[in-house]
């Protein structure tokens, strides 16, 4: 029988990886979509990719911003499932790149979706979309009927995004579906996303590698999940008779003091010596409380949650000291503090 094959977009990030592993173990021809960079971007796959006979995972060039090479990847490809995870994903970055934000992140899922329309090809597509998407709403927890509110370009580019979804279901009779998650961390989490900042700051202090961590609004609260529990909720949404959009999401939510308290007591230490406030890492608009209800997804998908709250930090910080030891990164005690207080925005 022939091996079914996913196209992944975003393969290079959190979510890619862990995805990636997840339809190789079902036995997928995985395709990824991949970006020049003048640095190496692969960290998170390169364990999955051994020679690709072997592997079942192949890497194309291309870019969200390029209709040509994702007409292309198409056109070679004729994947049976594809997976939009690219975007330009920070939230506070995008205040910065407002524009850039919008053409990935909002004209790319577009640019992917006009090419399905015109490759002849009907593949089944997952839209990454957000609850960022919510924003502000007064509702809590939210569900897939609450309305959207959205407070930054990267939620307005979201929110383009999942419309544009929406309507080629609608309009083109097409299999394409929106997983609105909340927020979903990991090990391979970037480090300039808050709960990573905190894990891997937190093990330098315990390393002895950095004396202090600066961070920005201590009391928004959010709904962390364990992504590689996410991904499955992907494939999921793929794999039912019609197509829909789902929320998942932990039904918890923690603030990041709350992070700290978790993160900190795990390695013996107390936060309040080490963590500084600076107004550099504030939003020009903050989400304040997201808290989703994933009931939906319970109900009709079977999905549900592996790892809680407490689960994942020490999930997160365990590897973050586990990884610094073993790489003797905590040899030099000064080595790459700077580069490293500069990157975690
Ligand atoms: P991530 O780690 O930031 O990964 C983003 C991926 O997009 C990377 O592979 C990146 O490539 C790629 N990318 C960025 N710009 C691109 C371009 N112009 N062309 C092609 N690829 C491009 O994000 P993540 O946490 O895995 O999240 C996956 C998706 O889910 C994103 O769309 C994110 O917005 C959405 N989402 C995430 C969460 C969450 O909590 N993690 C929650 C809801 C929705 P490089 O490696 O080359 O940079
Ligand atoms: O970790 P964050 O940067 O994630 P945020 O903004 O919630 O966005 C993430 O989750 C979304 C899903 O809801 C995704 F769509 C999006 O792609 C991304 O993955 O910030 C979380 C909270 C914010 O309220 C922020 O203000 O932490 C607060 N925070 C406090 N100090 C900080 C910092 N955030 C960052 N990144 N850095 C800080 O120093």
Same mark, same amino acid.
């Given at each position: 029988?022939?091996?079914?094959?996913?196209?992944?977009?975003?393969?290079?990030? *959190?979510?890619?990886?862990?995805?990636?592993?997840?339809?190789?173990?079902?036995?997928?021809?995985?395709?990824?979509?991949?970006?020049?960079?003048?640095?190496?971007?692969?960290?998170?796959?390169?364990?999955?990719?051994?020679?690709?006979?072997?592997?079942?995972?192949?890497?194309?060039?291309?870019?969200?911003?390029?209709?040509?090479?994702?007409?292309?990847?198409?056109?070679?490809?004729?994947?049976?499932?594809?997976?939009?995870?690219?975007?330009?994903?920070?939230?506070?970055?995008? $205040?910065?790149?407002?524009?850039?934000?919008?053409?990935?992140?909002?004209?790319?899922?577009?640019?992917?979706?006009?090419?399905?329309?015109?490759?002849?090809?009907?593949?089944?597509?997952? *839209?990454?979309?957000?609850?960022? +998407?919510?924003?502000?709403?007064?509702?809590?927890?939210?569900?897939?009927?609450?309305?959207?509110?959205?407070?930054?370009?990267?939620?307005?580019?979201? +929110?383009?995004?999942?419309?544009?979804?929406?309507?080629?279901?609608?309009?083109?009779?097409?299999?394409?579906?929106?997983?609105? +998650?909340?927020?979903?961390?990991?090990?391979?989490?970037?480090?300039?996303?808050?709960?990573?900042?905190?894990?891997?700051?937190?093990?330098?202090?315990?390393?002895?590698?950095?004396?202090?961590?600066? +961070?920005?609004?201590?009391?928004?609260?959010?709904?962390?999940?364990?992504?590689?529990?996410?991904?499955?909720?992907?494939?999921?949404?793929?794999?039912?008779?019609?197509?829909?959009?789902?929320?998942?999401?932990?039904?918890?939510?923690?603030?990041?003091?709350?992070?700290?308290?978790?993160?900190?007591?795990?390695?013996?230490?107390?936060?309040?010596?080490?963590?500084?406030?600076?107004?550099?890492?504030?939003?020009?608009?903050?989400?304040?409380?997201?808290?989703?209800?994933?009931?939906?997804?319970?109900?009709?998908?079977?999905?549900?949650?592996?790892?809680?709250?407490?689960?994942?930090?020490?999930?997160?910080?365990?590897?973050?000291?586990?990884?610094?030891?073993?790489?003797?990164? $905590?040899?030099?005690?000064?080595?790459?503090?700077?580069?490293?207080?500069?990157?975690?925005?």
């Amino acid at each position: 029988m022939q091996k079914r094959k996913a196209l992944i977009t975003g393969i290079t990030g *959190q979510d890619g990886s862990f995805l990636a592993e997840l339809l190789l173990a079902k036995d997928y021809e995985v395709y990824g979509i991949v970006r020049r960079s003048s640095s190496f971007n692969r960290g998170r796959i390169d364990h999955l990719h051994q020679p690709s006979e072997i592997s079942g995972l192949r890497l194309i060039y291309g870019d969200m911003n390029d209709s040509s090479s994702l007409n292309k990847a198409l056109r070679t490809v004729k994947p049976d499932e594809i997976y939009n995870l690219a975007a330009q994903s920070h939230v506070r970055v995008s $205040f910065d790149i407002p524009e850039y934000t919008g053409e990935v992140t909002a004209l790319g899922t577009l640019r992917m979706l006009e090419a399905i329309r015109e490759s002849g090809i009907s593949p089944r597509f997952y *839209q990454a979309s957000s609850s960022e +998407l919510f924003g502000n709403t007064p509702e809590i927890p939210q569900h897939e009927t609450t309305p959207f509110l959205p407070r930054s370009p990267y939620a307005i580019s979201k +929110l383009f995004a999942y419309w544009t979804t929406v309507n080629y279901r609608e309009s083109y009779n097409m299999f394409a579906v929106n997983g609105i +998650l909340f927020n979903h961390e990991s090990e391979r989490r970037g480090e300039n996303f808050v709960s990573r900042k905190i894990t891997r700051s937190a093990a330098r202090i315990k390393l002895g590698l950095q004396d202090k961590l600066v +961070l920005g609004n201590l009391d928004a609260r959010r709904d962390w999940g364990y992504a590689k529990d996410y991904v499955e909720a992907m494939w999921l949404m793929l794999q039912q008779d019609k197509p829909d959009d789902y929320v998942i999401a932990t039904g918890e939510s923690h603030s990041v003091r709350d992070l700290l308290d978790v993160c900190f007591s795990r390695i013996d230490l107390d936060w309040h010596d080490y963590v500084e406030i600076s107004p550099h890492y504030f939003r020009p608009s903050e989400v304040n409380h997201l808290m989703g209800d994933a009931s939906k997804a319970l109900r009709e998908l079977g999905w549900r949650p592996t790892i809680n709250f407490e689960g994942l930090i020490h999930i997160m910080v365990d590897a973050d000291l586990a990884d610094l030891q073993a790489n003797n990164k $905590f040899q030099d005690p000064n080595a790459g503090e700077l580069e490293y207080q500069r990157a975690a925005r």
